[in-house]
């Protein structure tokens, strides 16, 4: 006797079946994508947010979270993702567009990594004010390949259209930059490790601290917060004693032909000039990735051909020295 499945618990299983396909091409494409965070030969790894091999326990949101201050609420499991950000304050900025707020057919919206306040993580970039033609052009180089990113800003480039592209560039452009990292000089930070999830440098749980060596390291002024993506709780940046002062004097000095004026190209206390974007207020970690990427050969472009002069007798402790003197300026 030939028992049949009845059609309902069918559908049911073949859901089942999906559901469970879906998560997994939802795991491989997250294990693909960590693969692909490594660092450019040659540069330092402490610049490029790569997780520790060893991960202590990381601070992580769990059920429905509110960040403080704001009237809406939003699960953990939805603020973890990238199709759909939260957007906790939507009465501080302009109407987004899809591809920032998040859409059918957006895998990656922009807000989940620069948030809805183009501020962004560590990881990522602030690009709150920027220029809309220079964050178009930013994106055609991605697209090209002359900017690399495999893991995430190049797939994403090869995906948006030029519609979304510009929309999304003309939102973030007409945003206020405020200070978002606070840049303090000390020999001996706290001890931290690089999380997995979310890329973002913690407190280690042990406590204790760690000589800073010739690194900068950015942590989250709350993890809490920043894991939630609260665009109202910023960073802290840890950089070597001596840092600023001696950044100010490569930015404005030239240090007697080592580098150039920054100020030449990218205006009066480094607030952008035209389409030359700018640099006060950015985060450390990312300027100092785009100076080792311009320095070492790992980014292209007109823009970097025009920058291979400014960087190229750069040392380690000149490109640490700089990044940490414009992300101390204010952003306007």
């Not at 693969?35 to 326990?57: C, E, R, S, Y």
């Not at 390949?145 to 190049?154: E, P, V, W």
């Not at 609260?230 to 490569?250: C, K, N, T």
């Not at 960087?311 to 952003?331: C, F, G, K, M, Q």
Request: charged letters at 20%; proline letters at 9%.
């Amino acid at each position: 006797m030939i028992r049949r499945i009845p059609r309902a618990n069918t559908f049911v299983r073949i859901a089942v079946l999906v559901c469970a396909f879906a998560s997994l091409a939802l795991i491989v494409r997250e294990l693909n994508a960590q693969a692909a965070l490594t660092v450019p030969a040659g540069l330092p790894d402490w610049a490029f947010n790569i997780p520790d091999k060893i991960q202590p326990t990381a601070v992580r949101p769990e059920g429905i979270v509110k960040a403080p201050g704001s009237a809406k609420e939003y699960d953990a499991a939805t603020i973890a993702g990238n199709a759909t950000p939260p957007d906790w304050f939507p009465d501080e900025h302009p109407a987004a567009p899809r591809s920032v707020r998040g859409d059918t057919g957006i895998a990656m919206a922009c807000g989940s990594c620069h948030l809805m306040s183009g501020q962004g993580h560590p990881e990522s970039a602030d690009i709150a004010g920027m220029p809309a033609e220079y964050l178009i052009r930013q994106m055609a180089y991605y697209k090209a390949g002359t900017r690399k990113d495999d893991a995430r800003m190049g797939p994403i480039a090869r995906a948006a259209s030029d519609d979304d592209v510009r929309q999304a560039a003309e939102y973030f452009a007409a945003l206020k930059p405020t200070v978002w990292v606070k840049v303090i000089e000390t020999a001996t930070p706290p001890k931290t490790f690089i999380a997995t999830a979310g890329r973002h440098r913690q407190l280690h749980p042990d406590g204790g601290t760690e000589p800073i060596g010739r690194r900068i390291l950015q942590i989250p002024a709350d993890p809490f917060r920043t894991e939630i993506r609260d665009p109202h709780s910023g960073f802290i940046a840890y950089v070597p004693p001596g840092s600023i002062a001696r950044g100010e004097a490569l930015v404005k000095g030239g240090a007697s032909g080592k580098t150039v004026q920054c100020a030449i190209c990218h205006g009066e206390g480094l607030k952008g000039l035209g389409e030359v974007p700018r640099l006060a207020g950015l985060q450390p970690l990312y300027v100092a990735r785009q100076l080792f990427d311009m320095r070492y050969g790992s980014s292209a472009g007109k823009a970097t051909a025009l920058m291979k002069a400014v960087v190229t007798n750069l040392a380690e402790d000149d490109i640490i020295a700089i990044s940490a003197y414009v992300a101390s300026l204010p952003p306007q």
